[in-house]
């Protein structure tokens, strides 16, 4: 059975006359009679009785006229569908994020995204970079938002920001006082940072930072997200080194200081070395709602 026969049948259903159905068909009606027949032949039932002067339906035509009408609209809404999610007009996009990024870039993106592509399902996953990263590998991610993630052989990656690290350090600490702060000054402190395994990049940036100093500040607590890094901080258990972006986040009982020299931190969206035309449009929308 030929989807071709259940149109042509459809049009004569509709029509019950083979020259009007030839007609809006736009072919002969010898070519559609034949279909027709072909049809009733497969089914092993009469689907139209045909006198010289009218065609009607039979109970069987009947039958299979609104089986065949509901099958035909589901196939041209699956092709429709098919079609929509290859030109990115539809689809799902998987979306890992660090979670500095949570509320500055990816706010006003997923706003455009969703005005831009609104049948597009975007399913968000907060993640560290690592663990992104080997998720866009895996296939299980369709773009992310990484920081200081270097080379990754398998994956494009585009700069889609920087910004200044800061000293995030407790509101009675003495250091609270000065304007801005040395990396001397924090010889020997206790540190609370993320785990290597998980944020490599940044952390590798962060202690290179303190590479000078006899006594470098001591990793005493290791936490996965910004939020739980400022409550260690704010219960005085140690100080860390976050992005600026961190101080839209206002947590009691916590300070931060700008650092001498102005170190900084890449935001990075990657995404495979062949994305969909919809990760391209999410994309686009990230560049275009990079804060300054």
Known sequence: ?????????????????????????????????????????????????????????TAAGEAFRDRARAAVAELDAA??????????????????????????????????????????????????????????????LDVGLVRDPGDVP???????????LVAVIPENHPLAGQEEIRPEDLEGEPMILFPYRLMPGFVSRVLRLFE??????????????????????????GMSVLPESVERFQMPGVTTRRLAGRPQTELHVARPLHPSPVVDDFVACLKGHVPD
């Open 1 to 57: 059975m030929e989807l071709r026969q259940l149109r042509y049948f459809l049009v004569v259903a509709d029509e019950l006359h083979f020259g009007r159905a030839a007609e809006r068909l736009h072919i002969t009606q010898p070519p559609l009679t034949v279909a027709v027949k072909g049809l009733e032949r497969e089914l092993g039932v009469q689907l139209f009785d045909r006198t010289t002067r009218r065609v009607t339906l």
């Open 79 to 140: 092709a429709g569908d098919v079609a929509d999610v290859a030109a990115g007009k539809s689809g799902k996009v998987k979306v890992g994020f660090v979670s500095s990024a949570s509320y500055t870039t990816v706010p006003e993106a997923l706003r455009a995204f969703r005005r831009h592509r609104p049948r597009v399902d975007l399913v968000l996953h907060p993640l560290t970079s690592g663990e992104q990263i080997e998720q866009l590998l895996d296939g299980d």
């Open 154 to 164: 398998g994956l494009h990656l585009e700069l889609l920001g920087t910004e200044d």
């Open 212 to 237: 000078p100093l006899a006594v470098p500040p001591a990793v005493v607590q290791q936490a996965i997200h910004q939020e739980t890094v400022l409550g260690l901080v704010a219960a005085g258990l």
